[in-house]
């Protein structure tokens, strides 16, 4: 007997996973099932759900100024969460009780961004116009390391040269070797501003003032009695009136580099094309306090300013505003046969750079920039080398899906992070944030999030306001603030593959995550009409925090469960699915949709 079976013309899509925002400038009828034409407050976990993005908790409130920088780590041993804001610099956290408390710590310039990293358990804070430093107790001024100019100086002058004189002060010392007969001694340098002191190197202890007068003029040092016969015996400290500073305090950002070790602090940000590199003292101790004044490395033509330094494997990554360039580090032999530390300069790419000055972030070893209207990513997939070499390719384009709404950023004016806690990438401006969660590789957009500074402390992110105020974001906050998040989510105009044939559905299905206040709305639009019935979708567990009898909840099933809903649309070519979340006292994560279509003839346009 034979059987007849007919083809049906009914069938179920799914989305199991979703893809996050795509901003196609070619329209939204291309998205893959998943993908967002239109997102915002609503991010992609890592495994693919949809889920009404972290809300915030203010934890200190600064002042009514915006919040200038903020950095977490430890000084002394002593773990640290510090901010600057409204002139003045915060200890945020109280380590002996564990709580979060703003204390306040000195006075510093907030006109500009204040940059601040950690070197030798203190730390270093700049802003284009004050170098200063926090050594868990007290902020002051980098006073500056006297360094060792010459020694073996012989009572005539002269001597051998040891160190280069400090930007950051006037103040030089040298070691002299008396013959045991003369009684005046030349220095290396005349027109002095103050002779500081005498030291015997032996004993440790200063001569007494009597023992010796200076001629700060002729720069010599003339003793009552001949020093004894000896070889670098005696210490001779002075000032000079004229010094550098500026150089380094009009520096705005900084990166630790050295070849394969993190011993050599490098300025930049100053409007030029010029980085200032920290050195070693005659110890070989790494200092951010000693500045030679012939560490400068020029990067490209003058006309154009450093805006990026990032370390990069065992290269120094600089950034212009259109071109980029690879530091390396090597040894140099001078004319007199000694070898001294080099750093080499090399181009990458003379067609792209970065805007925005000191944002180059380090997202899985590979830097990420901000350049035209775009945001790009750096990487040699070479099998030699890991490092950026002169070849155009390493730039490759990462922001095609989010266009539209980067390209209403000003770029110069973004602030990026990497929160690698939380596998995410921050590009903020003016009240908004694009963040890539790079672990899923989806992009979504924060709206209402005033975000102009962040740090990570204890696995958490931190932000700090044009408010002057300290928020910590976290899915344990379903507001910001007490703000409601008004989270939106729509699909690409899907054709269901078929963009030749009118469809009908008029079920739904949406499975959402157990949770307390679990809520969401869901509608849909069509070619034929745009605006349909909306439906709740509530998935709530018993809970009394934030109890709203109005939806309450005796339900205690954790496991995920799909909520049938019937809207009817017909005659349609191409559906759009939309989720709305805007109640105060609700969250949300989506982990499924599916829809029933029908196929009922062809468009007749």
Not at 209 to 214: C, I, L, N
């Amino acid at each position: 007997m034979a059987t007849i079976s007919g083809s049906t013309s009914e069938k179920i899509f799914q989305i199991k996973a979703w893809m996050g925002l795509n901003e196609n400038p070619d329209g939204d009828t291309k998205l893959k099932l998943g993908e967002a034409a239109a997102m915002r407050n609503f991010a992609i976990t890592r495994d693919g759900n949809l889920r009404r993005r972290p809300g915030s908790k203010k934890i200190a409130s600064l002042g009514s100024s915006p919040v200038r920088g903020m950095w977490t780590g430890y000084i002394n041993g002593n773990e640290e969460f510090i901010a600057a804001c409204g002139g003045k610099l915060w200890r945020l956290w109280n380590a002996e009780k564990g709580v979060f408390t703003a204390t306040e710590i000195g006075s510093i310039d907030t006109t500009n961004e204040v940059h601040m990293f950690g070197f030798s358990e203190i730390l270093y804070l700049i802003n284009g116009s004050e170098y200063k430093q926090y050594d868990g107790t007290t902020l002051s001024d980098v006073g500056g390391y006297r360094p060792l100019v010459t020694i073996a100086v012989p009572p005539s002058g002269g001597g051998e040269t040891l160190e280069e004189v400090n930007k950051l002060v006037g103040t030089r010392r040298c070691w002299i070797s008396p013959d045991g007969k003369a009684v005046k001694f030349t220095l290396p340098e005349s027109g002095l501003q103050s002779l500081d002191y005498v030291q015997d190197l032996k004993t440790g202890e200063n001569l007494a003032a009597s023992a010796y007068t200076a001629d700060l003029t002729a720069g010599t040092v003339t003793f009552t009695e001949a020093p004894a016969l000896g070889v670098n015996s005696l210490e001779i400290g002075w000032t000079m009136a004229t010094n550098f500073r500026t150089q380094v305090s009009s520096m705005r950002y900084s990166e630790l580099y050295d070849g394969a070790q993190d011993t050599r602090v490098f300025l930049y940000g100053d409007g030029s094309n010029q980085a200032i590199y920290s050195g070693l003292d005659y110890d070989g101790k790494p200092r951010a306090d000693y500045f030679p004044d012939l560490n400068v490395v020029n990067v490209g033509d003058a006309n154009t300013p450093i805006t990026g330094l990032i370390r990069h494997y065992s290269t120094l990554v600089a950034f212009k505003s259109s071109s980029a360039w690879s530091i390396r580090t090597s040894e140099l032999t001078l004319a007199d046969g000694a070898t001294t530390k080099a750093f080499y300069v090399s181009p990458v790419n003379r067609a792209i750079g970065n805007a925005a000055l000191g944002q180059t972030r380090l997202v899985l070893n590979s830097p990420r920039t901000l350049h035209g209207k775009d945001a790009f990513e750096w990487r040699n997939n070479s099998s030699y080398s890991s490092n950026l070499t002169a070849d155009e390719r390493q730039a490759k384009r990462i922001s095609d899906r989010i266009y539209a709404t980067l390209g209403g950023f000003d770029l110069a004016k973004c602030y990026c992070w990497d929160d690698n806690d939380n596998q995410e990438y921050y590009i903020c401006y003016n009240g908004k944030a694009l963040v890539q969660n790079y672990a899923a590789d989806a992009w979504y957009c924060y709206d209402g999030f005033d975000a102009v500074c962040m740090a990570n402390f204890r696995g958490a992110l931190y932000y700090g306001t044009s408010g002057g105020a300290i928020e910590h974001l976290g899915y344990e906050h379903i507001t910001d603030d007490g703000r409601a998040i008004d989270a939106y989510w729509e699909s690409g105009s899907m054709s269901f593959g078929q963009d030749y044939m009118r469809k009908y559905s008029a079920q739904i299905w949406i499975g959402i995550k157990p949770e307390a206040n679990g809520e969401v709305t869901v509608t849909a639009q069509t070619d034929r009409k745009s605006t349909y019935a909306e439906k709740i979708v509530a998935s709530q567990m018993a809970s009394f925090r934030r109890a709203n009898f109005r939806n309450w909840s005796f339900g205690t099933n954790r496991k995920p469960h799909m909520t049938r809903l019937k809207i009817k649309a017909k005659k349609f070519v191409f559906y759009k699915l939309i989720f709305m979340a805007a109640e105060p006292d609700t969250t949300c994560t989506i982990l499924a949709a599916d829809m029933r279509v029908r196929f009922t003839g062809y468009t007749k346009g």
